[in-house]
């Protein structure tokens, strides 16, 4: 089975960044297109970002000019730096693959932005 472990998250001032990683086990996210998702609390698990094994990617509106995607080699690690944080992007980060969570969703990491 597929494990996912997500990390670098954690409590930052307003205007801070922060780099988080994940690491996936098998092949399953070489094969696939790679996402980051939040879930804030008490809302549902939104997507963040997705990137394609050739580099392409996207972004959510709220995150545009601040996040950035990145997948080393089309492999199975991804990042996202995340840049001018504001209170708003805290919450938990999971990535997965996408569309669709092909993955068991991993513990995530927790982002804390302090106002």
């Known amino acids: 089975q597929v494990q996912v472990v997500e990390s670098g998250g954690g409590l930052v001032q307003a205007g801070g960044s922060l780099r988080l990683s994940c690491v996936a086990s098998g092949s399953i996210f070489s094969n696939n297109r790679m996402a980051w998702y939040r879930q804030a609390p008490g809302k549902q698990r939104d997507l963040v970002a997705w990137?394609?094994?050739?580099?392409?990617?996207e972004y959510t509106e709220s995150v545009k000019g601040r996040f950035t995607i990145s997948r080393p080699n089309a492999g199975n690690t991804l990042y996202l730096q995340m840049d001018s944080l504001k209170p708003e992007d805290t919450a938990v980060y999971y990535c997965?693959?996408?569309?669709?969570?092909?993955?068991?969703w991993g513990q995530g990491t927790q982002v804390t932005v302090s106002s």
């Open positions: 990137i394609t094994r050739g580099g392409y990617n």
């Open positions: 997965n693959t996408y569309p669709g969570a092909l993955a068991a």
